[in-house]
Every structure is written in C-alpha cells, then in structure tokens.
C-alpha cells in the first residue's frame, strides 16, 4: 500500500471526529437493517437520530445522551417497540462517554436522561414490559456508566499527575538557574581574589622600577617586563570576570588554594572515610593562579561528591602535567546506580569554572564502574 495512503489513514483513525462519525454511520446502517419492514417512517427517523447523535458524543455528552434517550422514548410511542442491537449500543456508549467526559452531578444527569428513556421505550414493549425488563435492560448501561466514571477518575489522577511533574519541573529548572548564577557569584569573588593578586604584583614592580629607574637600567627592563606579563595575565582574568555573575559579599577573604593544597585536602577526605590515591604523570610546574585554583576546585568537589554519593569506596585522583596545560582526573569506585543520579549543584560549578577557563570536562559513570570525572585546563605549564 502507498505510505502517504497509510500516513493518511493513521492520520484519520487518530481524529476523534473521523472515529465517531464512522462509528455513527455504521450503527445508523446496521440499526435501519435491523428494523421490521413495516416501522413507519418517524420511527427510522428516531432511529436514526439516535445512532446518528453519537457523532457528537465527545463534543457534547450530555446533548447527545438526551437526544439518544429522547429518541428511544419517541420509538416506545409505536405499539410494539422494536429492540434494535444498534439502538442498544447507542444507549450504551451514550452512557459510557458522559460518565468519561463530564462531572459527576453532569454525568448522573445524563444516566437518568437514559434510564428514563429507557423506561419510556420499555413501557409498551411486548418482550420487555414490566419492571423485570426495565432491569434488564438497564443494568448494562449502568455497568457501563461505572466503567466510565472508573476512567474519568484515573484520566484526572493522571492530569493532575502530569501538571505536578510540569510545576516540578519548572521548579527544578529554576533552582538549576538560580545554582548557576550562585556558582557564577562564587566564581566571581575567587576570580576577584586573583586579579588583585595580580594587580598587586604589578603595583609592586613598578614602585620598585621607579625607584632604580636612574641608576640600573637592566633591573628596571626585568620589572617592566614582570609587570606587562601580569598586566596581560590580569587583563585575562578581568575579561572572565566580567562574563560571570558578581553578588557582593563582606566575607573575609582567604588566599586562595591551588594543587599544591591537594595534600591537606586529601588528609581531610581520607579522616572523612574516602580512602584516595594520587598519582601524577608529566612534570609538574607552575600554573598560572586562576588555572590552578580552578584544577584544585575540580578535585576537591569531585571528592566531595564521592563522599556524599559513593561510601564506601576509594577514589583515585590521576593529574597528568602536560606542555600546554594540564589534565585532572578523579575516578571512584561507588555503585553505578548511586553515581548516576550526581548532577546537581556540584556538576554545575565544574562545568562553569572549566568553560570560563576556555577547557572541557567529562563527567558520568566509569567504564570500570563507579564515576569519573575528567577535565583539561589549557594554559602554559612554567618549571
């Protein structure tokens, strides 16, 4: 078969009008086949009012219940009553989709519509008069009146359902913004820290430049040069300063870590429970400040993560010194399950710092198991 034919097709038994519509011919059909020869007309007509109205049993319930009852009632006025299948399945799905579709006091008022046409129909019928028929013939649209109701309520747990996870979600996206701009702020300040360093510096080698500035040339052309280097390496920091987010604080301020600090860190993690190892490739040298602070922050929330997600475990922190910067590593061995779920502030924080550092960073499950956390730092490594 063409696939546009299929596509169309798919397209069709999707549209909840298409659906009805074609439900509604075909009952109309089957319901006028089913009556006696001899039904005078206005009886086909009420016939075929009630298959017909169900085209519009989801649009309007309850209009629709009321025209299918008043037209079964219409059809009880003829001497015998016929008992069409088609006619009692309309009664049925009449009573199906007002109990789906409406509220309660809407929905019990469109069963009694019903009930009330069926008593209507059965009142004159030969095969079903009395109260006995009255029964039978309405317990299975009764049935089928709870089944209804039975999928409205589950419909409207799960709408309810599905607008808490929305709310949910919205929430959580804002909390993630709000991380963010917090992680940025902390940034800010640590990057705040390095640029005065810096500018310190070369307050510094200029004063000392002015004071030898008549007698030791050579003196003052190495100062110089000291002080266009942290005017460059400042200028750097200030324009990764100006892309964060800054909130002012009065905190005092620290000096700032950097690798070197590692061991004091690992002696704070290991007297926490977290067994960890280091171990380092390459040659170690000097990294520029803001580099270094940020290599020192990676492993130190990495470790800190793996106490909070992965106990009991052992870490491996791995630092490869390269020419052209500088790789960190810090691996756990935690239950995938448990590591999996780390992506919440934390995460955040390293994948801002790395990203203002111009790097990249992996993060997520081990191939080994446990969690990894790898990134590089880009940057001239001095001796």
Partial sequence: ??????????????????????????????????????SPWWVRVAMLATTASLAWRRAAPLPVSVAVAGSVAIMGLTAD???VFGEYLAVMLAAFTVAECCRLRDAAAGLGVL????????WRSQQFGGLSGFVSDSAIPVVIWLVGRAVHLQRSRADRSQALIQQLEVERQELAH??????RAHLARELHDVVTHSISLMVIQAQGARRVLGDKPEEVSTALEVVESAGRETL?????????????????????????????????????????????????????PGIDLAAYRIVQEALTNSLKHARPATARVEIAWQANGIEVSVTDTGEVSASVAR????????????????????????????????????????S
Avoid at 178 to 183: C, G, K, L, T
Wanted: glycine residues 12%.
């Fill in 81 to 83: 009553p016929p008992s």
């Fill in 236 to 288: 750097t920091e200030m324009r990764r300063l100006l892309g964060l987010l800054r909130e002012e604080d009065s905190l005092p301020r620290a000096p700032q870590p950097g690798l070197a600090d590692l061991p004091h860190l690992l002696d704070q993690v290991r007297s926490a429970g977290l067994p960890v190892t280091v171990t380092q490739s390459g040659t170690p040298g000097t990294l520029h």
């Fill in 115 to 122: 009930l009330a046409g069926i008593v209507a129909h059965d």
């Fill in 343 to 382: 992506d919440g502030r934390g995460l955040l924080g390293m994948r801002e710092r790395i990203a203002a550092y111009g790097g990249e960073i992996q993060t997520g499950p081990a191939a080994s198991g446990g969690f990894r956390v790898w990134c590089r730092l880009p940057g001239e490594v001095g």
């Fill in 178 to 183: 709000v991380a963010v701009a917090a992680e």
């Fill in 1 to 38: 078969m063409d696939p546009a034919v299929v596509t169309r097709m798919r397209l069709a038994a999707s549209n909840p009008w298409v659906v009805d519509g074609a439900l509604a011919g075909a009952l109309s059909v089957v319901a006028q086949v089913q009556l006696p020869g001899h």
